[in-house]
């Protein structure tokens, strides 16, 4: 089974749904943790950084739109991919929470298969290091699925640090991202680490790719990219 780096979270409170979502998912491969009301999910959320949160509309403590304004107006999760999960027919609800910031919505009762579709295809336009296709710059090739690097075809050794920063940066080329979004993107939340720990793993990546080190740029005072020019 693929290796992801973070977990799906469900907030949702009625337990058969908790059931079956849980259950495509792991199917599908994903880690899932669950919570069910807004206090445990923003509690949740200070802990680890899930790579999709899906969204109940109606949970015991507060609605599933006040977290998701809670969500989006918080700098740490305002681009955190979000599914709203609504009853079936509340048009009205569907698009309050487009406006509110959801990236997109599934009505309850779904299918199985289309929420495993829904979530790849939001992963795949939201957060490409997440997604499972194979990215390739110039000599590099990174599978995110069996997590191998090669280099000129000869697959290379990779720290975990390094092969999850390596991902981030190819999903998102010729992006300059500073070393305190590297830390939030990659080794995501609040975590203990310092700015300079970023150099630290940049250092090691570029030994670890060898003559495609190249590709790994220093961008003065902002941060680093990777980039084939
Ligand atoms: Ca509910």
Request: aromatic residues 6%; hydrophobic residues 45%.
């Amino acid at each position: 089974m693929a290796s992801r780096s973070s977990p799906i979270l469900l907030v949702e409170d009625e337990l058969p749904i908790v059931e079956l979502m849980s259950f495509a998912l792991r199917s599908a491969g994903w880690e899932v943790d669950s919570v069910q009301n807004t206090a445990d999910a923003w509690n949740y959320l200070q802990q680890r950084r899930p790579q999709v949160i899906l969204l109940d509309w109606m949970l015991p403590d507060q609605s599933g739109l006040r977290l998701l304004s809670r969500i989006r107006a918080d700098r740490n999760f305002s681009t955190l991919p979000v599914i709203m999960v609504t009853a079936k027919g509340m048009e009205e609800d569907k698009i309050a929470g487009l406006d509110q910031g959801a990236d997109d919505y599934i009505t309850k009762p779904f299918s199985p298969r289309e929420l495993v579709a829904r979530i790849k295809a939001l992963i795949r336009r939201k957060a490409p290091e997440h997604a499972e296709l194979e990215m390739s710059m110039g000599p590099l090739t990174v599978d995110p699925v069996s997590c191998r690097v090669s280099v000129d075809d000869a697959q290379i050794d990779i720290g975990h640090a390094e092969f999850k920063l390596l991902k981030f940066l190819i999903a998102h080329p010729e992006r300059v991202f500073s070393r305190s979004q590297l830390l939030d993107k990659v080794w995501g939340d609040h975590a203990v680490l310092e700015e300079r720990t970023v150099d630290v793993h940049v250092l090691r990546l570029r030994k670890a790719l060898g003559k495609a080190d190249f590709l790994v740029k220093t961008v003065r005072s902002v941060g680093y990219m990777l980039s084939e020019k």
